[in-house]
């Protein structure tokens, strides 16, 4: 079975733009979770998706968002990005929700 | 709130010997689980090990056991016959019930282990 795609791998922006990353969860699995990791603050959770709905959400502001699509793929879109935007965002999937998760190879942003 | 605390930044270890790792939690929710990931240099998290709250037994896969102790809020990570492949970081993490229901994850900030040859 495959794992957890993300695309792209690597991005560079500037400040003021925006940036859209996609994740492709394993077959079957239904709940997709989108963290951002940086040195300073850690791994920290950004939001869940399951059955095309937000479940959860972390404590990030409006500019961070997302949508699942009904294949239960998922894109995370970070709008008038900032310099403090520059992270590793990761995604995992799991079967429904609490259940183990598992990660993809994450995103690196770094933002100009 | 959850809370997740490993207060070991850096851990070194000879090849071959058994490591544990420490991990302490904060919860007030009776039911929750417990992980362990592995992030070596190139980013992407690997899942190592499950505990559930209710569970009885520790768990154990291969090489890596759970040293649960519930009364203590501990679930430590035991690696056992280290490789020098084992060199990466290592991230507790916890998914217990948020407030309405929902379950929100909460990762510790890693300890970083290094098996020397």
């Known amino acids: 079975k495959a794992g957890v795609t993300q695309t792209p791998r690597y991005l560079i922006k500037t400040r003021g733009q925006q940036v859209t990353l996609s994740c492709s969860p394993i077959s079957g699995h239904r709940s997709v979770s989108w963290y951002q990791q940086t040195p300073g603050q850690g791994l920290q959770f950004l939001f869940e998706?399951?059955?095309?709905?937000?479940?959860n959400k972390g404590n990030f502001p409006g500019r961070f968002s997302g949508r699942q699509f009904s294949n239960s793929r998922s894109e995370m879109n970070v709008s008038t990005l900032e310099l403090g935007d520059s992270a590793l965002y990761l995604c995992?999937?799991?079967?429904?929700?609490?259940?183990?998760?598992?990660f993809g190879p994450g995103t690196r942003l770094l933002v100009l | 709130a959850q809370k997740i605390t490993q207060t070991q930044p850096g851990m070194f270890v000879q090849e071959k010997e058994a490591v544990t790792l420490d991990c302490t939690y904060d919860?007030?929710?009776?039911?929750?689980?417990l992980f362990w990931y592995k992030q070596p240099s190139s980013g992407e998290m690997i899942f190592l090990i499950y505990q559930g709250s209710y569970d009885q037994q520790n768990a154990t896969e291969g090489r890596y056991s759970l040293n649960f102790q519930k009364a203590r809020k501990s679930a430590n990570l035991v690696i056992s016959a280290s490789q020098l492949g084992d060199s990466a970081m290592y991230f507790c993490?916890?998914?217990?019930?948020?407030?309405?229901?929902?379950?929100?994850?909460?990762f510790g900030r890693g300890t970083s282990l290094i098996v020397h040859p």
């Open positions: 919860t007030s929710d009776p039911s929750y689980g």
């Open positions: 995992a999937s799991s079967l429904q929700g609490p259940g183990t998760q598992y």
């Open positions: 993490a916890m998914r217990g019930h948020a407030s309405g229901g929902s379950y929100i994850p909460t």
């Open positions: 998706y399951f059955s095309e709905t937000q479940r």
